[in-house]
């Protein structure tokens, strides 16, 4: 069976899986504190341009968040987010059940602009009643969004801006942030992630890894005692090293970039045959992910032969169907997937 359904699907780049068979019997200190994990660390301090950053590894996505905005709040503030983001949509409650409320925001194409921020936290405060509300105190965007769309360098720095003028945290979610970094068009850097938010996480799980995300404080002591609060949320690895040394090789001759490019290549080729073929997107991107609008009986009928990534009801008759490209996506898959189309 063809698969497109996600792009963590496949085990993770060779060249780590390399580099773990030889380890041998090597013994490692545990919880993250070998030298492999620390190398990890000094690349994606000099990638982000930030010497002095906190860097942790942690297991999972979700994980991530929950743990992040839940050390970086008080527990009777809570944190802004797109209507349609992952912390909103796809965590199961996670970010609830750990105390605090998602403040959602409508959006467009998955993104939220400064103004609405403002807006939002201007209201709250000319409440008369606001003592008696969730205090909004962070912003929580992801790059690329849940659509895989991006934000541009310039409405980043709107809304980091409005974020500090408002005395918020800024957290950017990067679990597919390879992806962004090497999109066509793309103007943000992980240097201005790192000047721009208070914490982001570099996802290595759908980006050629096969566990883990690196939270990025670029200002040391963001979070005071961050690793212990990471342990007592449950995100900690033992063999903290299986994690570093997989962001020891991902930071290795731009491996991380590589991979990115290889999926946005192939996304992009798949988009050219959808719009040569007459398929409707839902939203477009030049991401690694291609939300197609079909009928029932048309995706029902492709279902047999190509595993796609179910989004959404469009309506009575149609569903958004989800194309996801990965770092491990083949010329050769791509042209059995276009044949199909």
Same mark, same amino acid.
Request: hydrophobic fraction near 40%; glycine fraction near 10%; charge should be negative.
């Given at each position: ?13 060779? +060249?780590?899986? !390399? ?6 019997? @090597?013994?490692?200190? &545990? =919880?993250?504190? /070998?030298?492999?994990? %620390? ?68 959006? +467009?194409?998955? !993104? ?6 403002? @807006?939002?936290?201007? &209201? =709250?405060?000319? /409440?008369?009643?606001? %003592? ?210």
């Amino acid at each position: 069976m063809l698969s497109f359904a996600s792009d963590y699907m496949e085990t993770c780049a060779p +060249e780590i899986l !390399k580099r773990l068979g030889e380890l041998g019997k @090597e013994k490692l200190a &545990g =919880y993250g504190f /070998d030298r492999i994990s %620390e190398s990890a660390r000094n690349k994606i301090r000099e990638a982000a341009g930030a010497p002095e950053a906190d860097v942790y590894f942690l297991i999972g996505g979700t994980q991530t968040n929950a743990t992040v905005i839940d050390t970086m709040l008080r527990p009777y503030e809570g944190v802004i987010a797109a209507r349609t983001g992952h912390v909103s949509v796809h965590e199961a409650g996670a970010i609830e059940y750990g105390g605090h409320k998602v403040l959602e925001l409508p959006s +467009e194409e998955g !993104k939220i602009r400064a103004s609405q921020i403002a @807006e939002y936290v201007d &209201g =709250y405060w000319a /409440d008369g009643n606001h %003592e008696h509300m969730v205090m909004p105190a962070l912003v929580y965007i992801s790059q690329p969004t849940e659509y895989g769309s991006l934000y541009t360098l310039k409405e980043l720095v709107e809304i980091s801006r409005t974020c500090h003028e408002h005395h918020l945290a800024l957290y950017v979610d990067g679990a597919r942030l390879a992806y962004g970094l090497m999109a066509e068009g793309n103007d943000v850097t992980m240097k201005d992630l790192a000047r721009l938010a208070d914490a982001f996480y570099i996802g290595g799980t759908k980006c050629g890894g096969l566990l883990g995300e690196a939270v990025v404080f670029p200002k040391k002591n963001t979070v005071p005692h961050f690793f212990t609060m990471v342990k007592q949320h449950g995100a900690l690895l033992a063999k903290g090293w299986a994690a570093g040394i997989q962001f020891d090789t991902l930071f290795t001759d731009g491996l991380y970039e590589r991979l990115g490019k290889n999926a946005d290549e192939k996304a992009d080729r798949i988009r050219k045959v959808l719009d040569e073929k007459g398929y409707v997107q839902d939203i477009r991107n030049r991401t690694n992910q291609i939300f197609l609008i079909l009928t029932k009986e048309k995706a029902e009928e492709l279902s047999h032969k190509v595993e796609l990534g179910f989004w959404e009801n469009k309506d009575e008759d149609h569903v958004v169907m989800r194309i996801a490209t990965s770092w491990a996506t083949t010329d050769e898959e791509v042209d059995e997937l276009v044949s199909l189309l």
